[in-house]
């Protein structure tokens, strides 16, 4: 009887502990619906169809007439649709949209060729502060590489908070150190960007339900964190949106009876540069 009624309590507890995350935590309820794939959410209005997109694109697929098209799907991918303010200047202030993905931490620049930032993954990851970020924007400033009098000039700081940042920044690998010299541990890094999405037309959202949606592998207060430290004070965030990109897969049967897969925004109607995955 006494086991009977400590399983009780525990699972009581639980569902108690469970109920309350959902109402006071987004990112457990988002977690949970992810999992499950249910509920309702918002997606970015599709502006090409599969079928478009498989006719303008048909003698690129086909190779010959032995290649054939199957059936196609449409996956949703996860974004954080921001609305911000800067400022561009000490004389402007400016207000825009930010798109940022929740699968790899980085920020798109242009909704029209849906070209990306690189280097917010690892930022993300490292968790990166406002003052590793003021070293990464000066590195920036200078090309990416610097030595450590001009990053000093820049910065405007004393000698020995510098040496405190830089070996922050050494230790988290976001930066390395060459003698007296210091670059950005990344590959092509592209993170000092104003904080906007050049859009060509504004975004249309509609409800969905019951679609196949990818998983977060960011969660929502990480991208608003990383945002927030890496524009500075004068950037502010007024209202975010959980918004999922519609990508359409394009299936084509080999003549050896395998299949190759090309995935296309339907935002903007191009293809992804990961496209061709054969199964």
Not at 1 to 12: D, H, I, K, P
Not at 21 to 38: E, P, Q, T
Not at 243 to 251: A, D, E, H, R, T
């Given at each position: ?12 507890s639980g569902g108690l502990l469970l109920f309350w ?18 509920g309702k959410f918002q997606t970015l209005e599709a ?185 500075g004070s004068d950037f502010a965030i007024r209202k ?40």
């Open positions: 009887m006494g086991r009977f009624f400590s399983t009780l309590f525990l699972t009581f995350s959902w109402l006071h935590y987004s990112d457990a309820r988002n977690w949970l619906l992810d999992r499950l794939n249910i502006r090409f169809s599969p079928e478009w997109i498989m006719e303008k694109h048909k003698k690129e697929l086909l190779k010959d007439k032995y290649h054939s098209f199957l059936e196609p799907t449409v996956e949703f991918h996860p974004y954080l649709l921001m609305e911000v303010k800067y400022t561009r200047s000490q004389q402007k202030t400016c207000e825009g949209l930010i798109l940022w993905s929740l699968i790899d931490g980085e920020m798109v620049l242009n909704a029209s060729s849906w070209e990306k930032t690189h280097g917010f993954m690892d930022c993300i990851l490292a968790n990166a502060d406002r003052e590793d970020f003021k070293v990464i924007n000066a590195l920036s400033a200078y090309g990416d590489v610097a030595d450590r009098d001009q990053l000093s000039k820049h910065l405007k700081i004393e000698d020995e908070i510098l040496d405190i940042w830089l070996d922050k920044c050494r230790l988290k690998n976001l930066i390395v150190q060459h003698g007296n010299r210091f670059r950005l541990h990344l590959e092509n890094p592209k993170l000092y960007v104003y904080p906007e999405t050049a859009l060509d037309e504004w975004f249309v959202t509609n409800p969905a339900r019951k679609s196949s949606r990818l998983p977060r592998k960011f969660r929502s207060a990480q991208i608003e964190s990383v945002a927030k430290s890496a524009f975010t949106t959980e918004v999922f990109l519609p990508v359409i897969q394009i299936k084509v049967q080999n003549p050896d009876g395998s299949q190759m897969s090309s995935y296309w925004n339907a935002l903007n109607g191009k293809r992804f540069s990961q496209t061709y995955q054969i199964e």
